[in-house]
Structures are given as C-alpha cells and as structure tokens.
C-alpha cells in the first residue's frame, strides 16, 4: 500500500486537497477492490483510500472532545482506512465504507488510549469500554427507560458501578469549546463544529453503517436460542423495553434468572458482533 501522510498545517488545507476527490460509484468501487485483491494493483488501492479520505475526517470529528489534534485524530483513522481497504472483500456486496468504519475507529480508539494526558484511564477491557460508551450508554438509557443510575449503567454495561462513578468523575471536566483545536492558529474547536445540514456523504456513512449493523445482528440473533431472542428482543431492541418483571411473568421464571438469561444472551451477541467486525 502506498504511504499516505496528511500535509499543510490546517484543517482547511487538508480538506482542499482530499475534496478534489470523487466519491466512487458501487461498480467503480467493487472494480478497483477486485484490481487490488486480485492483482496488487496499488494504483487501485490509492484510488479506494483517497475517494474515503472525507469520511475519515468526519469521524474523526466525532472524537474532538478529547483534546487531541484533530489531524493527528485523522491521520490515525486514515491508518485504518488503509487497513481496511488491505482486508476488503468486495465479494461481500458491501460498501467498503461500511466496512471501513469499524477500522478507522478502532485505529482512533487505540490512538486516543494511549495519548490522552488529561485523565489517566487504565488499559482494561471495562475502562476502555467506559471510556468510549459512558455518554452513549447514558443517553440510550435515558430514553429508553429514564433510568440513567450508575448502577444502571454498570449493568447494562457489565461492569462494576464503581468504575462507572469514577469513569463519570474523570470525564466530567469537558474540554471547552473555545480551547484552540491547533494551538497558535487561532481557529477554536468552536469553529470547527459540523453544520447541522446532513450532507450526502454523512447520509450515506449512516445508511452503510445501519444496513451492516442491522444485517450483523440478525445473523448475532439467529445463533441464540428461541427465549434468549424473546428476551433480547423484548429488553433491548424494543420501542417500549419491557421490564424484568413482566417478562418474568411471561415466562414463569424469577426475575433473577430473566436478568441472567439477559447477560448471558448479550455476551453471546457481543461475541458473535466483535467477530463480524473483524472479518
């Protein structure tokens, strides 16, 4: 794969020189992945990473709350990008963005854990976890059930409560917007935000990225047995989630072994996705 390294000294500047690239068609982009697959043809692998370059940026803005560069965040997820395009399988008849995506945050992720100086996090599996899905978790908890307790959390998670009070205590001392985002430059991660216009290629990273994680959880639910999915689906995938207590009636069962049969079920989901997003 050729190197890629981001140039200039601005935001601006790097987005000119990757928005002189055309996003590719299904068969353009299938016809390239195959070249590269098939032939190593590195010019078709060049032509995949730069017309994906903009997406990158996109999600690397996701991440700007941190307190990293912004292109140091992009240089990361362009990594993974490069990773992706390397694995691709266009057999698949999926966008390489779709597929792309799991890459390019998982190279930001790793990026972020071991740079991020404002709070010292830990490397464990549940820091990390908390680290990326605490905000997340708490606002699907919130509208979800309207129950957004550190127990809450932890359980929904599988994690310890008291890692959460504490991830919540870290995190709470957000980065204010008016920080310079490229010090000495005078450009504000203020400036930077993304209008709230829905541009076509967002669209199109959230439709790839819905249509994959769809498709990905039915085949995750598909592996479980017929009361794991009643009750995954009740609990979790539900417009109005079902508490343990009518479903505990439902199957005459305690609420207890609702909750374990709950756990258990999402573990096995949890499993079957990660190796989904690996392939």
Not at 120 to 127: E, H, M
Not at 144 to 155: I, K, M, W
Not at 172 to 192: H, N, P, R
Not at 223 to 231: C, D, G, N, P, W
């Amino acid at each position: 794969m050729y190197e890629l390294t981001l140039t200039g000294n601005t935001l601006d500047h790097y987005m000119a020189q990757i928005n002189q690239y055309k996003l590719l068609d299904r068969e353009t982009e299938r016809e390239l992945a195959l070249r590269y697959r098939e032939e190593n043809d590195l010019e078709a692998a060049q032509r995949l990473v730069c017309s994906n370059l903009r997406f990158v940026v996109k999600i690397a803005h996701e991440y700007r709350a941190y307190g990293l560069k912004l292109l140091d965040l992009i240089q990361e997820g362009n990594i993974g990008l490069m990773k992706a395009v390397k694995k691709f399988n266009p057999e698949r008849n999926n966008r390489l963005i779709s597929y792309a995506v799991w890459w390019i945050r998982a190279y930001i992720h790793n990026f972020i854990i071991n740079s991020w100086s404002m709070v010292k996090i830990g490397t464990t599996q549940a820091r990390r976890k908390l680290f990326f899905k605490l905000k997340q978790t708490q606002d699907q908890l919130q509208r979800n059930t309207g129950e957004t307790s550190d127990d809450a959390v932890a359980e929904y998670l599988h994690v310890n409560a008291a890692e959460v009070r504490e991830m919540t205590t870290r995190l709470s001392g957000d980065q204010s917007l008016d920080v310079e985002f490229i010090e000495g430059e005078g450009q504000t991660w203020l400036d930077k935000l993304a209008s709230s216009d829905t541009d076509q290629e967002h669209l199109l990273i959230e439709s790839e990225e819905e249509s994959s994680r769809k498709s990905a959880v039915e085949q995750a639910l598909g592996t479980l047995k017929s009361r794991e999915q009643e009750i995954v689906r009740a609990r979790i995938l539900a417009d109005s989630p079902a508490t343990l207590q009518q479903l505990a009636e439902h199957f005459s069962i305690s609420r207890e072994r609702v909750r374990q049969v709950e756990k258990r079920a999402l573990e096995r989901l949890r499993t079957c996705m990660e190796t989904h997003a690996a392939e």
